[in-house]
């Protein structure tokens, strides 16, 4: 999923932004990259990722200071004090108990990460062989500097998102699925098979199941819809007036980032058009 914007710089001159929609993970079937891209990232100016360059140096460290900080913040809460017989034996079919043993006294956050990066390895697919990593690793070699979308306290409000509470509650709707019909390998499948192909509608359609609250209660109904507005609207609000920025500064911009953020309702490109930007 690849864009071009054209625009006019403040000097009246043409300014061009590339946006590469990336999944995260992947496999070898993501390459070789399409010759439009590569002749896009030689030629650009600026490169854009979710977190600058100066950020990603401090992202690991960062995390494992918040693991830690986690656990005071439980407060001796046990998540598997909260889980049914059945959610935990979805956990540890995806954890195994000794891991699963080791993230009890945390948030429940920290158990939802390492589910997710285990669903999507069982599914075939790795952080390594997605387009972020490759880009990434691309600057690093090229010795070329990254600005970022987010800062890391926004990438970790995300990623730390809600109470202990509501957390755990979004924990247990994963296990819940992972024990029940819903097959979460085949959705990352099905995800990634419709990034593969092009098929925003698709793309954007699965990803909103993962927020979806039909007949939930209230309060269920709230929290991902708080859950979600951290998640996409905000953020897409605030990468629209970066970019828009940079059309305005000039030159080229690369930008690679989350597909998600640009297919859809409230898409970064929907405030762009909003805030008279893009035609298109």
Avoid at 24 to 36: C, I
Avoid at 113 to 130: P, W
Avoid at 216 to 243: D, G, V
């Amino acid at each position: 999923m690849f864009w071009q914007i054209d625009g006019i710089d403040a000097d009246g001159k043409p300014s061009v932004v590339y946006i590469q929609g990336t999944i995260h993970v992947g496999d070898k079937r993501l390459y070789p990259l399409a010759p439009s891209v590569v002749e896009a990232w030689n030629s650009t100016d600026r490169i854009v990722g979710e977190i600058s360059t100066a950020d990603w140096a401090k992202f690991q460290n960062e995390l494992q200071n918040r693991i830690r900080e986690s656990v005071r913040s439980a407060g001796g809460r046990r998540i598997s004090d909260a889980l049914t017989i059945e959610q935990k034996r979805a956990l540890y079919s995806v954890l195994g108990k000794a891991e699963a043993e080791q993230t009890d006294l945390f948030e429940p956050w920290v158990t939802n990460l390492s589910l997710q990066s285990l669903v999507y390895t069982n599914s075939g697919l790795s952080a390594e062989q997605g387009l972020d990593g490759q880009f990434m690793l691309l600057s690093y070699r090229q010795n070329r500097e990254m600005e970022g979308l987010d800062d890391l306290e926004t990438q970790f409000d995300v990623l730390a998102f809600g109470t202990y509470d509501e957390q755990l509650v979004m924990l247990q709707d994963v296990l819940d699925d992972i024990a029940g019909a819903n097959d979460i390998e085949q959705y990352v499948r099905k995800l990634y098979d419709a990034y593969l192909t092009d098929d925003a509608a698709s793309l954007d359609a699965l990803l909103k199941e993962s927020y979806r609250t039909d007949g939930e209660p209230a309060a269920k109904a709230a929290l991902y819809k708080a859950y979600y507005e951290k998640t996409f609207t905000e953020r897409n609000r605030a990468w629209a007036k970066k970019i828009a920025v940079w059309l305005s500064e000039g030159g080229t911009t690369f930008i690679f980032a989350g597909a998600g953020h640009f297919i859809g309702e409230n898409s970064v490109f929907s405030y762009l058009r909003k805030n008279g930007k893009l035609s298109h």
